[in-house]
């Protein structure tokens, strides 16, 4: 079935470094993949997308792209903030119809001044 | 424009009682999705309602039902608590009237769910 492998956190990082969160996925089709945020106390709230192979999705500095011959879908941002602190979910979107999601585990980042 | 939005932020059960949560979708959206996101993991679709029955399932039993009402809002009940039904329960919303792909799912704060 479908899955996503996601990197293990916690990541901590101080200001301004470079973050990479590994993500991984295993679908039947060609699924849409998703990065969501969960900030402390909060839901999730959608931080970047892509629906096809080879398209980049990026939103506040962060960027992914849907890589369909390594299956990963990489979150990346050149320098990270305190406001970064927060966990990273990635997900990808079954084609069955209903669209559900399916999620990693989460990345637990701090960003420390 | 408001959001997703769930009632009530917190509830705390004792095992074998029953739960009933809400969920208003979205403006303009017509569909809502269920999730359980246990302490440290990742969401877990429990069900989806569109036109006010259940167009997919996720692995839970039938302890776990909802509805959608005529509105779009949406409840879920838990019948016989466990313990292990702890949990944030998050509602989502999206528009199946969206090009399939493109459409995307909107995250209510959660409703935190102790069951002692």
């Known amino acids: 079935g479908d899955s996503v492998t996601q990197m293990e956190g916690p990541v901590t990082l101080s200001e301004e470094a470079f973050l990479t969160i590994n993500c991984t996925y295993t679908a039947t089709g060609y699924p849409s993949l998703f990065w969501y945020v969960q900030y402390p106390g909060e839901g999730l709230q959608l931080l970047l997308k892509?629906?096809?192979?080879?398209d980049k999705g990026s939103n506040k500095g962060f960027e992914a792209t849907y890589r369909k011959e390594t299956t990963s879908f990489h979150l990346e941002k050149g320098s990270v903030q305190v406001s970064d602190s927060a966990v990273y979910f990635c997900?990808?979107?079954?084609?069955?119809?209903?669209?559900?999601?399916?999620f990693g585990t989460g990345t637990r980042l701090t960003v420390i001044p | 424009d408001a959001g997703v939005t769930q009632s009530p932020t917190h509830l705390i059960k004792t095992r074998g009682q029953q739960v009933t949560l809400r969920c208003s979708p979205k403006s303009g959206h017509d569909t809502v999705s269920w999730y359980q996101q246990a302490l440290g993991q990742g969401p877990q679709f429990i069900f989806q309602?569109?036109?006010?029955?259940?167009?997919q399932r996720g692995n839970f039993p039938d302890r776990f039902s909802g509805h959608q009402f005529p509105n779009y809002s949406s409840e879920l009940n838990v019948n016989a608590l466990l313990l292990g039904d702890s949990a944030l329960y998050l509602c989502?919303?999206?528009?199946?009237?969206?090009?399939?792909?493109?459409?995307?799912?909107?995250f209510g704060p959660g409703t935190r769910l102790l069951v002692l």
């Open positions: 997900a990808l979107s079954d084609q069955t119809g209903a669209n559900n999601l399916f």
């Open positions: 892509a629906t096809k192979a080879d």
């Open positions: 989502a919303s999206s528009s199946l009237g969206v090009q399939r792909g493109q459409e995307t799912q909107y």
């Open positions: 309602y569109y036109e006010e029955e259940e167009r």
